[in-house]
């Protein structure tokens, strides 16, 4: 297999601005009688901004089992999309991600998990695009981290206690950085880390000169431009 991606970009339908059928084929809702010109417009613009965007794949569940299409041709295109979505050819990888995304899903009630949850988990994922399995679990760190962190925002709102404000709060802001660390940790895997220099109490006197950067010189250089400025010296005193 190639090492083209799986998942088309789904087609730019209806790029006429003002074109209700765009609207409603982005699942945006169609134009009302009493909207304006430019609020027309807008709607427009937006579906087909909406309509650019790759969809993710998402799943079905029967209670705590997902459902496999009867059809063998559409049962192994949810496959190899999965497959692609969670940037892996393992079996095991697979099922174990999935499973994972599954259980975050699961209220602590051990109800059925949610099926809401479990896809927007899935979108997450395949907007990180995982290349490779290490890609793979940390874009699985990063899903359930949101998620978690959100609930807890959740929490700190609907509670009337102070201390568990405290608790929630704390607890989902913990979890906002290292979702926030963990994005930096992919653009380092990816080669998209950027070099930053911190420069603290630099003092140039008059007549001086100063280089801010990453200057790079050998001990012998540097032993050789003292002993030329101490001879230079020596022969301004003479």
Do not use: W
Request: with cysteine; net charge neutral; charged share 20%.
């Amino acid at each position: 297999m190639n090492n083209e991606r799986i998942n088309p970009p789904p087609s730019k339908r209806g790029s006429k601005k003002g074109d209700a059928s765009l609207s409603a084929a982005a699942g945006v809702a169609p134009a009302q009688a009493g909207m304006s010109e430019a609020a027309r417009a807008l709607a427009a613009e937006a579906a087909q901004r909406t309509n650019a965007r790759r969809e993710a794949i998402s799943m079905t569940l029967d209670g705590n089992t997902f459902v496999v299409p009867d059809d063998a041709e559409a049962s192994a295109a949810q496959y190899v999309r999965l497959s692609d979505t969670f940037g892996t050819a393992s079996k095991n990888v697979l099922a174990m991600v999935i499973g994972a995304l599954r259980q975050s899903a699961t209220g602590r009630d051990g109800g059925d998990p949610c099926p809401v949850t479990l896809n927007a988990s899935i979108a997450l994922v395949d907007a990180i695009r995982p290349e490779n399995e290490l890609e793979t679990a940390l874009a699985l760190q990063m899903a359930t981290c949101h998620q978690l962190s959100t609930e807890m925002m959740g929490r700190a709102k609907t509670t009337t206690r102070t201390d568990h404000l405290q608790l929630y709060a704390n607890l989902a802001i913990k979890l906002q950085r290292t979702f926030t660390a963990q994005l930096e940790a992919l653009g380092k895997m990816r080669g998209n880390a950027s070099q930053s220099v911190r420069v603290e109490h630099v003092h140039v006197h008059d007549g001086g000169q100063a280089i801010v950067g990453n200057v790079q010189t050998e001990s012998k250089t540097k032993r050789g431009v003292a002993a030329t400025i101490g001879a230079d010296q020596s022969h301004a005193t003479e």
